[in-house]
Structures are given as C-alpha cells and as structure tokens.
C-alpha cells in the first residue's frame, strides 16, 4: 500500500511540474487579441487571395497563418515626446492612437505579409495627388478595416513573438503585457513593449538602427531598452533629405517589411503611398473577378 502511495504521489509531483513548466511557456496571453478584424476576416482573405494568386481555386485560410499570426502594432510616432513613460501614460498612449494589424502567412511556397488598417479620412494632400475615380474607392473605405498593402517572397524566418520568447525564457523577470509599435522614430522602424508584474517597462528593437548597426530578424538585437534609454538612441537619427525613402525598396510585390521602413520617410509620402497600394490592390481584385466572370 505504501509503494502505490509513494507512486501516486511520484506521478501528482511529475504532473505539477509539468503544468508549471508549461504555464511559463505559455505566452499566448502577453499578446492583445485581433477583434477588430472578426468582422471582415472574410472579406480580408478575399482580398489577399484575389491580390496574390491568378489560379481561382488558391484561396488563403487563417489555417495559413505562421507562429506570429496576426500582430497588432500601435503607431508610436509621437510617443517619444514624453518626458517618461509609465503603465498609466502607456494606456493612456495607445488608446489615442491608431493601430493597425500586420498578417503574416505561410502558403505552398509563399511567405505573404500584409498590412491591415482602418480608412482615416482623405486628406488635403491626397486629394491633390489622387484621381476622382480613385478617391471614390479611398473614400469608399474610410472607417473600415481593409487590406492596405501586401508583400510575398519565399519562405523566410521571419518570427518576432518567437524572436522574442526566447528572449523571455532567460529572463529572470516577469512579464506580464507585450505590446508592438512602429515609427517611433526614424531610426526605430518597429519594436515590442514589454511590461514586467511590477509595471516596469522595457523595449526590443526588432527593425531599426543601433549605433550605427542595421537591426532585422537575420541581425537581431536582444537587448531590453529603458524608455530612457530608447529615447537617446531615437536622438541618433539624422534626417535624410527631402523625397529620399532611407534606402527602402516600395515595390508591392517585395517583402512588406519594407511598409515599416518607409514609414519614417515623412508623413504625407506614406499617406500617399499607402492610398495608391490600396487602389492597385482594389483594381487587380475587381479585374480579377471580371476576368474569371467573363471565363465563367
């Protein structure tokens, strides 16, 4: 009887350890959730589907998604303004500011990124720049979730949330919240904000430039950054000259790591540039389905 007990309890202190050792490395919930885009994940696919594949029976799933899935990055580029940051101005941040949702797909031998935004209204500045017939599809989408941009190439290892719990398995912090953000400035394309159980706040620069040193998935940087530290870096960047895109390759059918890097251009250039990505995508779309109507 003492041996089946000594056994059973063996088997209790085995399984405990078990449930704890996964529970660390569990991190599905440091991440914020895509809600926003429940309602249109429908039409999202559609539009990523008829953008990128001619063949009519190749259609994307979310079964497609990679590790990252879907990331929701917050537009940092007046964050660094702050004096200091705690959880509270953090909060206070991001619900002030616009967001949008970046999807990252694997499909037979495609890595396909994409952007996802909500359509803010059509500024002065645009309209200047665009054709009527094209501002009636911008205006079309103002205050809808929409697929802004996309990218594909060949498989890569791309994985930030990957990237970044490996960094938080050595760490001897908890962490409680990880949250992404972009343009912050011109020299931190994109990054994670991560907050420990005692509301302490630290970045991981995942696209950028450090002292000089180009920062990406393939040359990564696993420091954890200070806000105050984050700021004197920020001060590093230098200005390029007016209309010059930092080296940025804007080509739609390349990578769309590219849409964070020209995002530190200049505010109007984005805009611009991002409006016309849109309407490319929304006239290679409806021919599409014109052309398969036509082959019906």
């Given at each position: 009887?003492?041996?089946?007990?000594?056994?059973?309890?063996?088997?209790?202190l085995?399984?405990?350890i078990?449930?704890?050792?996964?529970?660390?490395?569990?991190?599905?919930?440091?991440y914020?959730?895509a809600?926003?885009?429940?309602?249109?994940?429908?039409e999202?696919?559609?539009?990523?589907s008829?953008s990128?594949f001619y063949?009519e029976?190749?259609?994307?799933?979310f079964?497609?998604?990679?590790?990252?899935?879907i990331l929701?990055?917050?537009?940092?580029?007046?964050?660094?303004?702050?004096?200091?940051?705690?959880?509270?101005?953090?909060?206070?941040l991001?619900q002030?500011s616009?967001?949008?949702y970046?999807?990252?797909?694997?499909?037979?031998?495609l890595?396909?990124?994409?952007?996802?935004?909500?359509?803010?209204?059509i500024?002065?500045?645009?309209?200047?720049?665009?054709a009527?017939?094209?501002?009636e599809?911008?205006?079309?989408?103002?205050?809808?979730?929409?697929?802004?941009?996309?990218?594909?190439d060949?498989?890569?290892?791309?994985?930030?949330?990957?990237?970044?719990?490996n960094?938080?398995?050595?760490s001897?912090?908890n962490?409680?919240?990880?949250y992404?953000?972009?343009?912050?400035?011109?020299?931190?394309?994109f990054?994670?904000?991560?907050?420990?159980?005692?509301?302490?706040?630290?970045?991981k620069i995942?696209?950028?430039v450090v002292?000089?040193e180009?920062?990406?998935c393939?040359n990564?940087?696993?420091t954890?950054?200070?806000?105050?530290?984050?700021?004197?870096i920020?001060a590093?960047?230098v200005?390029?000259?007016?209309?010059?895109?930092?080296g940025?390759d804007v080509?739609?059918?390349?990578p769309?790591?590219?849409?964070i890097?020209?995002?530190?251009?200049?505010?109007?250039?984005v805009?611009?540039?991002?409006?016309a990505?849109f309407v490319f995508?929304?006239?290679k779309?409806?021919?599409?389905?014109?052309n398969?109507?036509q082959?019906?």
């Amino acid at each position: 009887m003492k041996k089946t007990i000594c056994i059973f309890m063996s088997f209790l202190l085995v399984l405990c350890i078990s449930i704890s050792a996964f529970a660390q490395t569990d991190y599905s919930k440091l991440y914020e959730d895509a809600i926003d885009l429940k309602p249109v994940e429908n039409e999202i696919l559609e539009d990523l589907s008829n953008s990128i594949f001619y063949e009519e029976n190749k259609h994307l799933t979310f079964d497609n998604l990679d590790n990252d899935g879907i990331l929701k990055i917050y537009d940092g580029s007046e964050w660094l303004k702050r004096n200091r940051l705690n959880l509270e101005e953090l909060n206070h941040l991001m619900q002030n500011s616009d967001w949008f949702y970046r999807l990252y797909f694997y499909f037979e031998n495609l890595f396909i990124e994409s952007t996802v935004t909500k359509g803010r209204e059509i500024t002065d500045e645009v309209r200047k720049k665009m054709a009527k017939e094209d501002l009636e599809v911008l205006e079309s989408l103002v205050g809808k979730w929409h697929v802004q941009s996309y990218g594909y190439d060949a498989p890569k290892n791309e994985n930030y949330k990957q990237n970044l719990e490996n960094i938080l398995k050595n760490s001897n912090n908890n962490y409680s919240k990880v949250y992404f953000t972009a343009y912050l400035s011109g020299n931190i394309h994109f990054a994670a904000i991560l907050v420990d159980e005692n509301s302490e706040i630290k970045f991981k620069i995942f696209e950028g430039v450090v002292n000089g040193e180009m920062i990406t998935c393939d040359n990564s940087d696993d420091t954890l950054y200070t806000f105050e530290e984050i700021k004197e870096i920020a001060a590093q960047f230098v200005p390029s000259e007016p209309g010059y895109y930092s080296g940025a390759d804007v080509s739609i059918n390349h990578p769309s790591n590219n849409t964070i890097i020209i995002g530190c251009a200049s505010a109007g250039a984005v805009i611009i540039l991002a409006a016309a990505v849109f309407v490319f995508i929304y006239k290679k779309k409806h021919k599409k389905a014109a052309n398969n109507q036509q082959n019906a």
